[in-house]
């Protein structure tokens, strides 16, 4: 049996300490091991354009959005990533949504108060506004036309009088190259140009729901890689 054991003040505040010294070690560590990916790191992350934390396209034209709070049953994982693809022109078909861990880089991240869409309506356009903004600039460079010319349609990029087109995947690399505009250099579109928002949208969960194959907070397990003397079980949730 192990023996109780008191311990000073002195000592306490010292341990706490190098734990949470460790703690940072280990992650950077841990950083270093997994080839600079963390556990809380998105696919938008590591996407070849990745101008926000919310959002990231890849050359094959995948465009990652990601869902910041739970999914509480009101479908605010569907509705908010569809309003990052209609301020971007993205195609739902080749939209992926994938969710967040807590993280302080997505701000307030609290599931409550029915406030999520409301708090985060802008932020999300500005996001999707903020992507197209760097593929129209991205094409107007290729074909040498001012970028003004250059509009977004369906998951491409069009220069009307020359007739000519570019798809998202096409010119994701060449936009991660561009600064990422400015607030005040983002045009958004009309509303009555949207194609999703206010169109009625099935939710994108809605398959995984009915099919068992949803993971809900309670399925989700933590292994202590970092603290292996706190806990040697899997949490996964209340029973």
């Known amino acids: 049996m192990s023996q109780i054991e008191n311990v000073s003040r002195r000592r306490f505040l010292t341990g706490g300490i190098i734990a949470a010294g460790a703690l940072v070690l280990g992650g950077r560590y841990y950083r270093k091991l997994s080839g600079g990916k963390l556990a809380h790191d998105t696919n938008a992350d590591h996407a070849t354009l990745h101008p926000s934390v919310y959002l990231g396209i890849d050359p094959d034209g995948t465009v990652w959005i990601v869902a910041s709070r739970s999914e509480m049953g009101?479908?605010?994982?569907?509705?908010?990533?569809l309003v990052v693809a209609d301020e971007l022109d993205a195609d739902w078909k080749r939209?992926?949504?994938e969710?967040?861990?807590g993280d302080s880089r997505y701000g307030d991240q609290n599931t409550d108060g029915s406030h999520w869409i409301r708090s985060f309506y802008d932020t999300m356009r500005?996001?999707?506004?903020?992507a197209r903004l760097m593929l129209m600039q991205a094409a107007a460079k290729q074909w040498d036309v001012p970028a003004t010319e250059c509009e977004s349609d369906l998951h491409v990029v069009v220069h009307r009088a020359t007739n000519r087109r570019a798809g998202y995947g096409e010119l994701a690399t060449a936009a991660a190259k561009l600064p990422v505009p400015k607030r005040e250099e983002l045009k958004l579109k009309p509303k009555s140009a949207g194609r999703y928002v206010g169109k009625g949208q099935v939710s994108y969960d809605l398959e995984?729901?009915?099919t068992g194959k949803a993971i809900y907070g309670m399925d989700a397990a933590w292994t202590a890689w970092c603290m292996p003397r706190w806990s040697t079980r899997?949490?996964?949730g209340a029973k």
């Not at 500005?126 to 903020?130: E, F, I, K, L, V």
């Open 74 to 81: 009101t479908t605010s994982r569907t509705t908010l990533p």
């Open 234 to 236: 899997p949490f996964s």
């Open 99 to 101: 969710q967040a861990l």
């Open 126 to 130: 500005q996001a999707g506004a903020t």
């Open 95 to 97: 939209v992926k949504v």
């Open 208 to 210: 995984a729901l009915v």
